[in-house]
Each structure stands twice: as C-alpha cells, then as structure tokens.
C-alpha cells in the first residue's frame, strides 16, 4: 500500500489527485493540508480518513476539531502543521500542490525527511531550485513532476541518456487571448481571463496562462529539473493543448508526448512511478484531430514569458521577484485594482528596481519575497 502526504488538498491539483486515490484503491492518505476551505476539507477527511490534517488559518483549525471530534484525527495549523504534515512519518512520497512560495520549507522538510515529492508547486523550483535539487541528489529522493509539460518532458527522457538531449521543447495552448495585440488586451476583465480553452484550473493559474507568465515559471522550472540552459528551453504554441510538451536529441530525433488534456494523467504517472496504470477518461481520436498545429510565441505583446527568460537569465532571487510580483499582481487583477496588462508592468518595475542575491539562501528568498510585495504595493 501506496502511502502519501498532499499539500493543498482542496485546490485543482489536490482534489484532482484523490481522484486518482479513489480510482486506485490502492493509496492510503495519511495526511492533507489545505488553507480554508473547510467544508471540503471535512469531507475529504471523513473519506480518506487521515491520521494528520492542517488548516493555515488557527481559526479555521478550531472550527474543523470542533466538526471533526467524532474522527481520530490530528488538526493542526499554520507553518508548524504543513511542517508536520510534510514529514508524516507514514507516507513515503509528499504532493505538493500547495500554491505560492509558502511550499518552499514544507518541500525541503520533506526532502530532508527522505520523502519523494510529486511537485505541483511551480515556485519551490522557481525561486529555490539551487536549494531543492542539490539536496534531492543528497538525500537521494526523486522529484516527479506533475506540471502536464514536465511530466511530459520526463516521460520523453525516461531510459534515454541525459548527454545526449539538445533542447527542450515546451508546448502552451496560448490561452484565451492568443493573437491579440497589446491594444485589444487594455480592457480584459478577470471573467475573460478565467476562460481558458483547454484547462480547468484554479484562478490563479489561468490568470498566468492568460499572460503566458505561467510558461514562463514552466521555463525556469524546467532549468532546474532537466539541467538544461535557458537557450536550450524553446516556448512553442500548440493550441489544442494535445502535444504536452517535446524533447530533441544530438542525432535530430524528436520525441514527443501527446494525450488529452487531463492533469489526472501526469499526477497519477508521478504518484506510481515508473509503473503505468489505467486510467478512465478520453482517448486522442486521430481521424478526428486531423491536425495539430504550432506557433511561434509572442513575446511582444505578452511580456511576462520574455521577463522570465530575463529573470532566469539573470538568476539568483531575479525569479523570486519575478514570482512575487506576479502573485500580488494577479491578486489585484482580480480583485480589480490592476489591470490586465499592469501585471507584466508591475513585474517588469520589480524586476528593475531589484539587486539580485547571487546565491540566495532560503531566508534571503522570503526577504526577497517580502521585499517584491512591499515594493510593487507602494511604487506600482
């Protein structure tokens, strides 16, 4: 029996993964950890029945102990309960699909625990990914990505030699707005935003694939697990969302991994690893497809995926800046005090305003984190 730990159990990835539990049946859940959704949170308890759950909000965490007194479960709460529940001591293999950089210590304690990760979490890789992968070498755990396009690039690259792979080729859907100008994305509201052709996902990742800044996280995420160089990771559109993402080799050799759009896939991939499972749901219909097309992405016109080549480029705590100032800028897009375009243009002013930390250490990254939020909420 299959033991895991998952981090932000209530969100897109999280309730997506105990579908994959409830498929199996093979996968006990000895711990969950999600922010306030408590509703949900209760009946994914009484279901799965964990030994340890934690609630970020104290209040919340109370409320849940009070609902939960019949069950023999643990309610913690804020950095100390994901702590705990990072490092329950039964799983063997902790999800990560908690969203922001709150995932980066949980990851690490994990890590640091034995524990393999089933990463969901784009910025632990973003903003700490010369922390996190030096360690998993030395405490010899697997990091498995579930991002549909990572997980599509490590199915291309299982069995094959690490020497021998040329450049990275990462696919993206273009999202909503795809061939619009600057002029004709002045007015977008956050509803037109959420409407993304292929995927459903939370609201905050949509909003980032919307201004294609969730390509470029994608782009410094894979940096890091694939060990290739921002010039040997190529962006390209593929708007039916259909190839997930392709590799090329010396030789001039291509492989690419192609499916449905269903996260269950790479989650369900990850969680048994290396072994492959039925999985229900729809099957690519190639009479049907007829063709899949590709694009070139537009950098101008959606500057978030060139800022991130920037920020990669330039390294250090630029991607955290990159990262922070998007989160506050996303937050505020919804909540309607930016507007669509003013995201890209309060990472940018970030960005510049910033001297990066060469080697950060992981306090220096939440400095940096908290020094983005300060900035962008008094200068943009």
């Known amino acids: 029996m299959k033991k895991i730990a998952i981090l932000g159990s209530t969100g897109s990835i ?74 329950e001591p039964k799983s063997s293999i902790l999800v990560t699909a908690i969203v922001g950089m709150i995932g980066i210590r949980p990851t690490i304690a994990a890590m640091e625990a034995g524990k393999d990760i089933a990463l969901a979490n784009k910025e632990t890789l973003v903003t700490a990914g010369h922390i996190i992968m030096p360690l998993a070498k030395e405490k010899g755990v697997r990091i498995l990505p579930v991002d549909s396009e990572h997980s599509a690039i490590f199915q291309c690259l299982n069995g094959e030699q690490r020497q021998g792979l040329r450049k990275i080729l990462l ?3 273009g999202g909503p707005f795809r061939g619009r100008t600057r002029e004709q994305m002045k007015d977008v509201r956050p509803e037109d935003a959420l409407k993304h052709p292929n995927w459903s996902m939370g609201r905050k990742i949509t909003i980032d694939s919307a201004t294609m800044v969730n390509k470029g996280l994608e782009v410094m995420e ?64 190639f009479w049907k497809l007829k063709e899949i097309t590709f694009e070139e992405p537009d950098m101008e016109n959606f500057r978030g995926l060139a800022l991130a080549y920037e920020a990669m480029k330039k390294g ?65």
Not at 27 to 40: R, Y
């Open 171 to 173: 696919t993206a859907s």
């Open 222 to 285: 894979a940096k890091w697990l694939f060990g290739v160089e921002p010039e040997n990771i190529q962006v390209v559109i593929q708007p039916k969302s259909i190839i997930h993402s392709m590799v090329e080799f010396t030789d001039g050799a291509v492989l690419a991994q192609l499916g449905t759009p269903d996260m269950k896939l790479p989650i369900q991939y990850a969680l048994y690893y290396p072994e492959r499972r039925y999985l229900a749901g729809d099957r690519l219909d």
């Open 14 to 87: 999280g309730t997506q993964t105990l579908e994959v539990v409830r498929a199996n049946g093979d996968i006990e859940v000895t711990a969950l950890a999600a922010g306030s959704n408590i509703t949900l949170l209760e009946q994914q308890i009484r279901e799965f029945k964990p030994y340890l759950v934690c609630v970020w909000d104290e209040e919340k965490a109370e409320e849940l102990r009070i609902k939960t007194a019949d069950l023999p479960v643990k309610i913690v709460s804020g950095m100390e309960g994901l702590l705990e529940v990072a490092t």
């Open 316 to 380: 250090g705590s630029m991607p955290t800046v990159f990262n922070a100032a998007n989160e506050l800028a996303v937050s505020d897009f919804l909540n309607g005090r930016c507007s669509f375009l003013g995201i890209a243009e309060r990472i940018e002013a970030a960005m510049q305003a910033h001297k990066a930390i060469k080697n950060p250490a992981v306090e220096e990254i939440l400095e940096t984190e908290r020094w983005t939020r300060e900035y962008v909420t008094v200068h943009c």
